[in-house]
Structures are given as structure tokens and as C-alpha cells.
């Protein structure tokens, strides 16, 4: 039997709150009692839930009175934990990536996909008119059009890239934000379009920052990087890296499959319905090769990374998740087999920072479809050399950990396919591996704690509180997604050296409109010949071909001016490049005939004379 893991832990010191794929747990933090689950909603309020598909993103407010959330519908819902009441929901312009509460509690920040972050009022104001308005107007605009919102948020800044993560500082006079392009941007807040620093060293994506409460003025970042950083913010200033990917490595056993060929940024922001299933990627992808419908039915019944990406790239990666049911086992071989093999990613998911009193302050980190949980010493200013970073391993990957009392850490675990252990009196299967264990210090070391020695809060995450879920539930939750969304596309097949990309932006831009490739349903265009039907290009779509075919004619001519040659096959699939080297011979040509009449009108002046 398969039960959701808990994507997400909110401990409060009376109240905590849990997160399994698209429900929401409230559970006494000290007798561990269930007080409130949607699993016990209404037929209609539940079929509502679950069309919503998983929750992607949660944050609960200081008093732990309200919870926020937001998923794959693209909806902010505001629930009140007394009685799990929903409260509120606003339709968000694109898919979130992180959400916040304020210090007081009146305001949450959300950051999405599009790079954009948006502050809305806990309770939304009622405004019909001017909404119906915002929101018919913005349907009408382009795609390349950005910093619409449907709900009245207001804009606090915005990136040219996916934002990965955001935290404000301590006095919420500033807020840090981190993307895709391995930016850190330190900004004022709410007056995010002043920009105070940039955090600029990271050679790939940031997926998590952290400043430590007892060292405010430090942040940390990690990524797909092979190291954490420690920068002075305000300044911009890197102060030390710890090498990390020689521990981590070993612990990474949910591996990001190789790119297929066509897989890059997803072409429309709004392509999945509800429930996160993707309702127009089939439709825009395209004309199908020889061989190629064959590979389509053997990737049928996959689990579709992120359910339609917004703006990542490689959104359609399957991810091979441990103990994998055999239909997704299977489709996962015939990937591999056509793809190549499967490709350790790096993607630090969450960072934190513990002090145990006499300059013992250790940083701890998790990683995306790692087994343990990582951490090592808070370097020192005095210390010279990077501390070691050690390894507390559980068997299965960890989902999250966060914080409890005493200095205790709570880690949430992927045994979503473990077999059942015993049947309670209630008729309730329970798991036999734990979806949560607890971790205490001892002599300045992480220990699990003992079965015997679980509290009442433990045991009940580890029986009452679990929630059945099917195999579809669990490819639909795909909490790997990460491992195929943050690395760019730079393998050979997307390098403008190795590819054509000049032909395949003529062929896509300057070639007639026609049907889309999802209403050719007799096979009229399979991609070859001259009668072949194009698919008809949004904005964005020949935006981002016109930029990678400027970005290969740099390149291409950086080539030219170092001396190097192409060969003649590349020439020749180049039609862009061939009528440039045309020109420039024709230019030549015509220089070189100058010279020659110059030197015959003298000549004739001379014998004149």
C-alpha cells in the first residue's frame, strides 16, 4: 500500500500543521491528537480539494492561526487551522514557487514562476468590477506580457528569470531573492525596485538561502553548485565556501533522466488544468519523426514532471522514484534505453542553522532525493580551513525537516511505497518504513531517536495521521520535479556549437503559418518535405528562437574571427549562415575589382603623358 509523504512540517508549540500531497493536517503538538483533516471535508469541498491537485507551497503565520497554500491551480487559499476553515482564494497570475507570511501576519508574499514576487492582504478586498475588469484585460494581452494579476496583488519586484526562493530580513526592511541564473539580489522592501547588492560567484542555479539567526548579518546559498556560499548581504561580499558534493553525492539516489530532444522551456505559462495534468503541451509538441510515435505511447502513463512547468526548462523529465510501482518501473527503462543514462543532479533543497550554546553552531541542509540529512560547523571568522560535512543517513529520501523544542529536528521521509506493517483495530494500514523521524543532539552528534522513546506527536505522523494515496496520486505529486526543472539545457543536444539552431529558428520563424501540430491528426505532418505543416508560434516561442539564433550567430562568428572553419555539412544546414558568407564574398568581390580600375585609370594617365 502507497501513502503520501509529508511534503511539508509546520510545528507550532501547541498546534502543528502537516502537509500530504493535497491535504492539510492539524495535530495537537503535545498529545499528538488529529484535530482537523480535509480528508474529513464535505463530498463537494473534497472533490474540490483533490481537483486542485497537490499543494506545492505552504507557510502558516506566527500565531498559527492561519495557513496559506498554493499548488498547480495557480490558487492562493488562505485557511483559518481553527476548523480548517477556507477563508479565502485568489487565482495567482502564474504557478508559485515560495510563500510567506509577514511578522505581523497581515501580509503574504508569494513568488512564482514567472519571476515575479506579489504581496496580497491576508483578507482580500472585495472590488467586483475592478477585477472582472483586470481580468478580462489581461486575457486579452499578449504572452510576452508580464506583471498582470488577475487578484489585485501588488508587484514588489521582479526577476528576468524563475525565482527559486525568497526570505526577508529580520526587521523586514529587506528582501533577498534568488533564481535560476544564479543570482542572489538584496532589495529594500516593500520597495523591491531598489536594489541594495547583488551576491554574484555561483556558477549554476540557487535553489536555497538562509541567514542565521545568531550571525544576521551572513547568508548562506546553496544550489547545483558543489559548495555552500557565505556572503556578507549588504555588501555583496563572498566570505567562505564549504564543499559539500564529495559527502552528498554518495546520499543522492533519485537520479534526473536524460533530456529527450525537445524538451526545453515549456511553451505556454498556462498549459495544465487544475489537477496539475497538462492539457496543451501535447497539442503544441509538435511533428512527429519516424520512430517517435513509438517513444510518445512508451512514455503514455509517466509521471509529468512540475505538471507543466511555467518557466522551467526540461519540464517534462521523468523522475525514477525508489520502489517505483512496475508500469512506471517499465516506462522508466524504455526512457533510458532510448535517452541514455540517468544523471546525478545536485539541488540543495532546504538550508538551516542550529546553535547549541558555546560556539557549537552547525549549518544544517538537505538535497533533493538524498537519503540524509547533511551538516557541518558554522565556519568561525577565525578559522582557516572549510569544515567537514558529515552525513546522517535514514534510507529514504528526505522530503523535509524543520526545527522542534529542545533543539530537536523533525525529518520527513519518502516511504510513499512502503508495504503495510500491521492493521489497527480501526482497520487502518500503517507503513512499515516511518514517514517521520526525529533526530536529537547527543555529545554534539545527531541521533535518532528510539522507537520507545517517540513522543505522542511522532507516533501519531507515523499511524494516525497517514494518508492512503494510489500510484496515480503519487505521479501527479512528483516531488522530484526539481532534479529535471533547475539544471539548464547543457547537454550536447542544446549547444548551439553542436546543433542547429540557426536552421531550426528559420525553419520555426521565417516558415508560413499553419494548423497546429495537436489538430494533425492523420499524420500530415511528419517533418519531412516541402509539404510539411508548421506549427503556428506564440510570441514567446519566437522570442526564444530569435534569441538562441542571435546567440549561435555570435558564436559563430567568434569562431570565424579565431581562425577556426565549419565544415561544409554545417554550412550547408545553415541556410541563415550560408546567405551571410554569401554576402561577405560578395562584398569582397566587388572590393577587390575597385583596386584593379583604380590602378588601369592611372596607368593610361601615365602613358598619355
Not at 555588501?235 to 553525492?249: D, F, H, Q, R, Y
Not at 590602378?599 to 593610361?604: L, R, T, Y
Request: aromatic letters at 6%.
Amino acid at each position: 500500500m502507497s501513502f503520501f509523504p509529508y511534503s511539508r512540517l509546520l510545528l507550532g508549540p501547541s498546534q502543528s500543521v502537516v502537509v500530504s500531497g493535497p491535504h492539510i493536517e492539524v495535530i495537537d503538538s503535545q498529545n499528538g491528537e488529529l484535530i482537523y483533516s480535509t480528508v474529513n471535508l464535505g463530498e463537494a469541498e473534497k472533490a474540490s480539494l483533490l481537483k486542485s491537485g497537490p499543494i506545492r507551497c505552504a507557510a502558516v503565520d506566527e500565531a498559527y492561526t492561519h495557513v496559506a497554500t498554493a499548488g498547480e491551480d495557480k490558487k492562493l487559499k488562505v485557511w483559518q487551522t481553527d476548523g480548517l476553515k477556507l477563508l479565502s482564494e485568489r487565482e495567482l497570475p502564474k504557478k508559485p514557487t515560495s510563500i510567506n507570511f509577514t511578522q505581523d501576519g497581515q501580509t503574504i508574499l508569494v513568488s512564482d514562476k514567472f519571476g515575479d514576487i506579489f504581496s496580497y492582504p491576508l483578507h482580500p478586498n472585495i472590488s467586483p468590477s475592478s477585477t472582472t475588469e483586470s481580468h478580462t484585460d489581461g486575457s486579452k494581452r499578449g504572452a510576452l506580457t508580464s506583471h498582470e494579476n488577475p487578484s489585485d496583488g501588488e508587484l514588489v519586484l521582479g526577476h528576468v528569470s524563475l525565482l527559486t526562493c525568497f526570505l526577508l530580513s529580520s526587521d523586514e526592511k529587506y528582501i533577498i531573492t534568488a533564481d535560476r541564473d544564479e543570482h542572489i539580489r538584496i532589495s529594500w522592501y516593500p520597495q523591491g525596485y531598489v536594489i541594495e547588492s547583488y551576491c554574484l560567484g555561483h556558477a549554476r542555479y540557487v535553489s536555497a538561502i538562509h541567514i542565521p539567526s545568531f550571525a544576521q548579518s551572513i547568508l548562506v546559498s546553496g544550489g547545483g553548485d558543489p559548495m555552500l556560499k557565505l556572503w556578507n548581504w549588504m555588501t555583496g561580499g563572498l566570505l567562505s565556501e564549504i564543499p559539500i558534493m564529495e559527502a552528498v553525492e554518495s546520499f543522492i539516489k533519485v537520479r534526473a533522466p536524460s533530456r529527450r530532444r525537445g524538451q526545453g522551456d515549456d511553451d505556454e505559462l498556462d498549459g495544465t488544468d487544475g489537477a496539475g495534468n497538462n492539457t496543451k503541451r501535447h497539442k503544441k509538441r509538435g511533428k512527429k519523426g519516424k520512430g517517435q510515435k513509438e517513444e510518445t505511447k512508451a512514455m503514455e502513463g509517466t509521471p509529468d514532471t512540475d505538471g507543466g512547468d511555467d518557466r522551467m526548462e526540461g519540464g517534462e523529465g521523468k523522475v525514477i522514484r525508489q520502489g517505483s510501482s512496475p508500469p512506471i518501473e517499465q516506462a522508466a527503462a524504455e526512457t533510458n534505453a532510448t535517452d541514455g543514462p540517468d544523471r546525478l543532479v545536485l539541488v540543495i533543497h532546504k538550508l538551516e542553522s542550529l546553535d547549541l550554546g558555546d560556539r557549537r553552531r552547525y549549518l544544517i541542509f538537505s538535497a533533493v532525493g538524498a537519503t540524509a540529512l547533511f551538516y557541518c560547523k558554522f565556519p568561525e571568522s577565525d578559522e582557516t580551513s572549510p569544515p567537514s560535512v558529515h552525513a546522517l543517513d535514514f534510507g529514504s529520501p528526505v522530503t523535509d525537516f524543520t526545527f522542534g523544542a529542545h533543539n530537536t529536528i523533525w525529518v520527513s521521509l519518502d516511504s510513499s511505497q512502503a508495504l503495510e506493517e500491521h492493521i489497527s483495530e480501526r482497520g487502518d494500514a500503517f507503513p512499515k518504513a516511518h514517514l517521520v523521524e526525529l533526530v536529537t543532539w547527543v555529545s554534539d552528534m545527531p541521533v535518532i531517536v528510539s522507537e520507545s522513546d517517540a513522543p505522542p506527536l511522532l507516533s501519531s505522523l507515523r499511524t494516525t495521521c497517514v494518508i492512503p494515496a494510489s500510484p496515480a496520486d503519487l505521479k501527479v505529486l512528483d516531488i522530484y520535479s526539481a532534479l529535471s526543472s533547475m539544471p539548464k539545457n547543457i547537454d550536447p543536444e542544446h549547444d548551439p556549437l553542436k546543433r542547429d539552431v540557426l536552421a531550426e529558428a528559420d525553419a520555426d520563424i521565417e516558415g508560413p503559418p499553419g494548423p497546429s501540430a495537436g489538430n494533425d491528426t492523420k499524420g500530415k505532418g511528419k517533418g519531412k518535405g516541402k509539404g510539411a505543416q508548421k506549427k503556428e508560434l506564440s510570441q514567446r516561442e519566437v522570442a526564444r528562437l530569435k534569441k538562441k539564433r542571435a546567440v549561435a550567430e555570435r558564436l559563430q562568428e567568434h569562431e570565424k574571427s579565431a581562425g577556426q572553419t565549419q565544415s561544409p555539412a554545417d554550412v550547408a544546414a545553415s541556410p541563415g549562415v550560408g546567405e551571410q558568407e554569401r554576402g561577405h564574398k560578395r562584398a569582397r568581390s566587388d572590393t577587390d575589382i575597385v583596386p584593379q580600375s583604380a590602378g588601369s585609370e592611372v596607368q593610361d594617365a601615365m602613358d598619355e603623358s
